[in-house]
């Protein structure tokens, strides 16, 4: 039995199960739910409509990710159930890419509410990955990498496919997921520490809180299918990762300069390049690869700052503590 296309594998038959990790890690999504109308928006409403509060920059900050995020939640949606779904076989990693789903609905949900609440403009929110260049940038780069897949001739059937197939993996869970997430993560828990947009940016944190357990099953799943097919993970291979993700970094900075330009939020746009590369280094290592960039955090709060299960009490009846322990910055 191998985790991907394994014809003698039924898809249907659950028990007994071989990768008990899959099993844990569907169990602490289903700890974790939560849906976006329990945070109010309130405040975030009275701030975004009363002038003065929120400068134009930061409206500019916030206007990019939103953009950026509304659109990013459905086409990792759409990547699962399009694209990875048929070749996972294994079962209890198909019931978490089901809890994945679902949960990328509720994210999608999220920038729904946010954009109903704040009255802003469906439109420009949604047809930003298409007129904004470097959001734009982002998303064809992972989509470039899977596109191969969504041919419904695909199959993987030797070491060329299983790599393909890899790529995808790799551009979606840890590029997408794992680093064009994080600098608008930074920015939105920056501005929640400055008491702004309190409520856009606990829904940042507890999206960060999901993406860091499907970042998790992401690498795993890379991983097993390495241990499973290990011809496939030639140094040649490894070293086209390696590039992958230092282009991805260009990509994710050149976003974080243009969202937040320096002196916004008392940060430095150097920081959140410094930031996205030391976030890039641990992706890396992850994969049992050599760090490229050796940066360290510059933002030790976002650690700290997110840690839900110590100081939140806002769903404590419902999470008992974070479920994947420690850091939520993965
Ligand atoms: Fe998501
Ligand atoms: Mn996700």
């Known amino acids: 039995m191998s985790i991907i296309k394994d014809k003698k594998t039924d898809p249907n ?7 008990l990790w899959a099993r844990t890690y569907y169990k602490n999504g289903v700890a974790n739910n939560w849906t976006p109308e329990e945070v109010s928006m309130q405040l975030d409403v009275e701030q975004w409509k009363s002038p003065g509060v929120i400068s134009a920059k930061e409206r500019e900050l916030i206007l990019l990710n939103l953009g950026f995020f509304a659109t990013a939640e459905s086409l990792t949606a759409n990547n699962i159930v399009l694209a990875l779904y048929k070749h996972v076989t294994n079962p209890e990693c198909r019931q978490y890419l089901l809890r994945q789903a679902f ?3 509720v994210h ?17 929110i949604y047809s930003m990955y298409e007129t904004v260049d470097v959001i734009k940038a982002k998303d064809e780069f ?5 596109k191969s897949i969504l041919n419904g001739n ?3 059937v030797d070491t060329n496919t299983t790599q393909m197939f890899l790529r995808d993996l790799i551009g979606f869970y840890v590029i997408m997921e794992g680093i064009f997430f994080y600098a608008g993560f930074a920015m939105m828990l920056s501005l929640k520490r400055h008491q702004k947009m309190v409520g856009i940016g606990e829904q940042f944190e507890y999206i960060m809180r999901d993406e860091s357990i499907h970042l998790a099953f992401g690498c795993d799943l890379i991983s097993t299918i390495i241990q499973e097919n290990p011809e496939v993970w030639t140094a040649e291979f490894q070293q086209e990762i390696v590039e992958l993700i230092k282009h991805a970094v260009t990509l994710e900075t050149a976003y974080a300069v243009q969202a937040c330009p320096d002196g916004l939020l008392g940060i430095s746009s150097s920081q959140f390049c ?3 590369e030391y976030i890039a280094d ?40 974070y479920q994947s322990g420690g850091s939520l910055e993965w």
Not at 13 to 19: E, Q, R, T, V
Request: charged content about 30%; overall charge negative; some cysteine.
């Open 108 to 124: 999608t949900d999220t920038f729904i509410y946010c954009c109903d609440s704040l009255g802003l403009d469906p439109d420009m």
């Open 274 to 276: 410094d930031y996205v």
């Open 142 to 146: 992972v989509v470039g990498l899977t």
């Open 13 to 19: 038959k659950i028990l007994p199960m071989k990768y």
């Open 103 to 105: 949960e990328e609905a």
């Open 282 to 321: 641990r992706r890396l290592l992850r994969l049992g690869l050599p760090k490229v960039y050796h940066t360290p955090n510059p933002f030790l709060w976002m650690s700290e700052a997110t840690d839900l299960s110590k100081e939140k009490n806002f769903f404590e009846t419902r999470v008992t503590e």
């Open 154 to 156: 695909f199959e993987v």
